[in-house]
Nanobody, 122 residues
Framework: QVQLVESGGGLVQAGGSLRLSCAAS????????MGWYRQAPGEQRELVAN???????NYADSAKGRFTISRDNAKNTVYLQMNSLKPEDTAVYYC????????????????WGQGIQVTVSS
């Protein structure tokens, strides 16, 4: 019903920047929460940042001051601008959309993208 497609990952040197994008498609009327998680090898998936439809945002401590999340509600798209990247930011980044109101008025919870690799070299 809902598909999330991420783009913008890749390889970057430490101190560099990347911008991730995630577009949601389907019969979507509204998405209450959109965000980014990441999972490094051998680690659990963790929240990086999320954005609520009414404007509030949340960041992991590791992301504060370096990453900025933004969204375009008209396009059902969320972005993650990542600056001053560090090798420890290397992970697969997953887009997440939660509490999605569809046009038939049903709700979908917890949709995930396929993940995109971000590698930061030292």
């Amino acid at each position: 019903q809902v598909q999330l497609v991420e783009s913008g990952g890749g390889l970057v040197q430490a101190g560099g920047s990347l911008r991730l994008s995630c577009a949601a498609s389907g019969n979507i009327a509204r998405i209450d929460v959109m965000g980014w998680y990441r999972q490094a090898p051998g680690e659990q998936r963790e929240l990086v940042a999320n954005s609520l439809i009414f404007g509030s945002t949340n960041y992991a401590d590791s992301a504060k001051g370096r990453f900025t999340i933004s969204r375009d509600n008209a396009k059902n798209t969320v972005y993650l601008q990542m600056n001053s990247l560090k090798p420890e930011d290397t992970a697969v980044y997953y887009c997440n959309a939660n509490r999605i109101r569809l046009t038939d008025n049903s709700l979908v919870f917890g949709s995930w993208g396929q993940g995109i690799q971000v590698t930061v070299s030292s």
